[in-house]
Structures are given as structure tokens and as C-alpha cells.
């Protein structure tokens, strides 16, 4: 089975499993990293995530995991967040973090920049829209690689 496929059969199973505990499915990973596979299940809510929560649905997803089998080779099951810079992803996302500061990189430059730096707008019709040095811009969905959120000690 195709990476793609095998993240796109773990949701399906995990999302009911996260939801019901009520997180939210933040993102799920399928890399080989060495001679290893890992398949990272990252999880949210609002006052933050502890090992608690992370054990207990990785109990639960091993248990159907083991039930479905959706991967065929033997791999390492991780549960965590995403961290403090965690990357924005979904469309809830860009709302949930709306006036947070971002780092937005590029696939193509634009004005010669590759990364821009900037407080959350949203979303506009399918473009992130950042406040970066008093100007405002918009990044085609299509052109970005990642955004996540960004702190600065």
C-alpha cells in the first residue's frame, strides 16, 4: 500500500477513536526513518495534550490497528502533539490560529523570498494571508510548503 493510502486509512481509523475523546486529529505520518517505519499520530485540544492522553489512545488505535491491519510491514506507533510550532494543516486550523505569528515557506520565491514572517490573517479563497512588515500577503495554497506557528523566546 502507497504511503498516501496508509495515512489516509489510519485517519479514517483514528479519527473517530481521537474524536471521542475529544481532541482533535491534528496530522498522521507514515516515514521510514533508517531501516524503520513510524506511523506518528499527533493529536490537539485546547488546554494542550499531556502523556496521559497520548497513552491512552495509542492503547486504543493499537488495539484497532492490530484488528484492521491497514500496513502490512512491521512499524513503530508514536502518539503526541505537535508541539508549540506545530504546522497548520486543515482549514480549522488557519481559524483556530488566527492572529498567532506564522512562518510561511515557499515552493517558488515571491519578491525574492522564500519565507515570510508574519501575524495570521486566515484563509481567502484557498490563499493564507499573513501581516508581514505592514504589508499584507497572499500565498496560493498550491505554492506553500509549510506554515507553522512560530515562537519567538
Do not use: H
Not at 73 to 98: A, I
Amino acid at each position: 500500500m502507497v504511503k498516501k493510502n496508509i495515512t489516509e486509512k489510519v485517519t479514517e481509523i483514528a479519527a473517530p477513536i481521537v474524536e471521542s475523546k475529544g481532541f482533535d486529529l491534528v496530522d498522521v505520518e507514515y516515514v521510514k526513518e533508517g531501516s524503520n517505519w513510524y506511523l506518528r499520530v499527533y493529536l490537539d485540544k485546547d488546554d494542550g495534550i499531556t502523556i496521559d492522553d497520548c497513552q491512552i489512545i495509542s492503547e486504543e488505535l493499537s488495539d484497532k490497528l492490530d484488528k484492521k491491519d491497514p500496513i502490512s510491514n512491521s512499524y513503530f506507533l508514536e502518539v503526541s502533539s505537535p508541539g508549540l510550532e506545530r504546522p497548520l494543516k486543515r482549514d480549522k486550523d488557519f481559524e483556530r490560529y488566527k492572529g498567532e505569528s506564522v512562518e510561511v515557506r515557499l515552493f517558488s520565491s515571491v519578491d525574492k523570498k522564500g519565507t515570510f514572517e508574519g501575524e495570521l490573517i486566515g484563509l481567502e479563497e484557498n490563499n493564507i494571508v499573513i501581516k508581514a512588515e505592514d504589508d499584507i500577503y497572499k500565498f496560493d495554497r498550491k505554492n506553500v510548503s509549510l506554515v507553522k506557528r512560530l515562537f519567538k523566546f
